[in-house]
């Protein structure tokens, strides 16, 4: 059935896709000419303020096709405004951020101490400690994920109760805006597309790294850009399948 809701919601995206696909791969370009220009010892400041330029659009960018993504999914529950899906968006770092600081206190308890007069290159960072903070940062990116798709979810609900007429709060899946950072990790059990989306970004952003530091940098371009519309779309994705969810819960209590 989630194949079914993924196929059906790409079908309606097609457009949308190819747009942000468009976009970052320019805004990643720019990033490589960037690099290039910096490698060619051209003027130092024109260069970060061109890369400070670079990083607002992105994030503009980001902001902007996040935003309808989850516009175009909520279609099925309620038109909700440009706006709104926006300070879902905005609300959902809140989850980031609660997220990042317990992860940071876990990474932090398996971090050696520095000894007297030992300095940050001295310490040796174990296998275990790079996977510990590989599935850290998944966990970081997975809870901002589900975390948006929720707060976009109750977006909808809410839309849709209010036109109906009826309360919000009943509505099958609905969650209460300020608890769910603390149900991030628990609505990750719930919604592991969450997990896999969360490693996939951070797993293709290493290889990314890694590339860059092998010279194969022009190709980063096409796989950050194809990263960020996968990202989209799959956050898409979770939306239509949490409303699929709430229909048949509906529907069983109909019955």
Known sequence: MNMLIAGDFIRQSKVLMLLTFATFLGIYTFEYSL???NSSDLVLEGVLVK???NEVVRMMAFIVFGSLFAKKALDNLAKVSFLSATWSMAKSMVSFVFMMIFILLIVGAFTPELEP????KDIVITNFQYGLLFVGLALVVSAAIVS???HSYNAGVRKNCKQAGVAHKSFPLYQNDYLIPFKSLFMMVQQPLSILIGFFYILISALTVYLSRENIV???VFINAFKMTALMLGVGVMIRILI??????KDKEAI
Do not use: D, H, P, Y
């Open 148 to 150: 948006f798709v929720q």
């Open 218 to 220: 022009f190709i980063t």
């Open 244 to 249: 699929n969810r709430a229909v048949s819960f």
């Open 51 to 53: 890369s400070l330029i």
């Open 117 to 120: 007069g030992q300095e940050m």
């Open 35 to 37: 690099k290039v220009e």
